[in-house]
């Protein structure tokens, strides 16, 4: 067990309008208002969190090694999917839950697709799985309970997939290749595999559909994409260990989290310039011994809320996720939701 954790240099939380405190709830309560979603990984968990207190409200099971997850964005059940990675045994399993009764309803075989990770919603009930193990982009019908068709990527690792606003294509980063692929899903064909970097693995598209951004967490640089001519528009440096990119919802700003480093950076999108760069770093303090060194804080997973006044950053060894204000550029609170964070997701009821 970790010593008492607290995050340095706190700044008052931009949650939006105040409101009232959420009554207490039960375990299959739903409050009304918007829920963090946050697994973690160690303890095979999602976590259902009120953003505006930080607190934990219930959780529901998942399949061994939960690496992420995504809400239906387009479907009235808002249903949730959860990619089952694995542990030693590679996992080959979706885990489906009810956001509002806080329960998981089903749990989806892939067959033979193993180490299932990035999740992405094409459309009502149709979700996109990479898997790393098959080199493969899966289409899956929710509704149906069934993998719909596979798409070869013929790279190594495919990791993390977006989806452009129509609908029409994809773009999967392949880690161990340091490439990002093009899928026309239309036609279910790969159109282009396209070289960006070392370690390619984090990703995010601009709300407009016109750039991708990835990060590429070997050659400490990000890349971005035009998705018209689907070429490296520029390259920039974010060290160290540059591993998840998320994009506010306005495209004004990109949010990195940098592993290695043990902080996130902020970019401006336009001017493609660096505005922040944040330290995540952890003070353990309560133990009679004398100071105590900083805790590692290894930040993964990114979520940025609708408002786009907050991001959550997901510090896997530190089992924390940390709040970021991105109006004052400061740190402002902090959630504990399991050993091992890492996916995130928001549910709005």
């Known amino acids: ?25 039960a375990s299959h309560g739903v409050t009304g208002s918007p829920e963090l979603l946050v697994l973690s990984k160690t303890d095979a968990l999602l976590s259902f969190v009120d953003p505006r207190d930080q607190k934990v409200l219930a959780t529901a099971a998942t399949g061994v090694g939960p690496h992420e997850i995504a809400v239906d964005p387009f479907s009235a059940s808002a249903l949730a999917v959860v990619s089952n990675y694995g542990k030693a045994e590679p996992g080959n399993s979706l885990t489906l839950i009810d956001p509002p009764t806080r329960t998981a309803v089903a749990t989806l075989d ?3 697709h193993r180490r299932p990770h990035g999740l992405a919603f094409r459309s009502a009930n149709h979700v996109l799985v990479t ?24 790279q190594e690792i495919a990791h993390m997939v977006v989806v452009t606003p129509n609908g029409a294509r994809a773009f999967v980063t392949n880690i161990g290749s340091g490439t990002l692929s093009v899928f026309d899903l239309e036609k279910g064909e790969l159109l282009k595999n396209i070289p960006t970097g070392k370690g390619t693995e984090g990703i995010a598209i601009t709300p407009d559909g016109a750039e991708v951004w990835v990060t590429n967490r070997d050659a400490d640089t ?59 770093a952890i003070e353990q303090v309560g133990d ?19 408002s786009g006044k907050r ?39």
């Open 222 to 280: 990000l890349s971005i994409v035009d998705t018209k001519t689907l070429e490296v528009s520029a390259t920039l440096p974010s060290a160290s260990v540059p591993i998840r990119v998320q994009i506010t919802p306005d495209g004004a700003r990109a949010v990195v989290s940098n592993y290695k480093s043990g902080e996130v950076a902020v970019f401006d999108v336009k001017t493609r310039k660096e505005l922040a760069r944040l330290s995540l």
């Open 110 to 112: 892939l067959g033979e």
């Open 311 to 349: 991001a959550f950053i997901a510090c896997t060894t530190a089992d924390l996720v940390e709040v970021l204000d991105l109006e004052k550029l400061a740190l402002c609170g902090v959630v504990r939701a399991g050993r091992e964070p890492d996916g995130l997701a928001w549910f709005r009821p």
């Open 131 to 154: 898997c790393e193990a098959s080199h493969d982009l899966l289409e899956v019908d929710l509704g149906e309970r069934k993998v719909l068709r596979a798409m070869k990527t013929d």
């Open 288 to 306: 009679a011994s004398g100071p105590q060194p900083k805790l590692a804080p290894s930040p993964v997973g990114i979520l940025i809320e609708p």
């Open 1 to 25: 067990m970790h010593a008492l954790l607290v995050p340095i240099a706190l700044a008052v939380c931009a949650a939006g309008p105040q409101e009232k405190a959420a009554p207490p709830v």
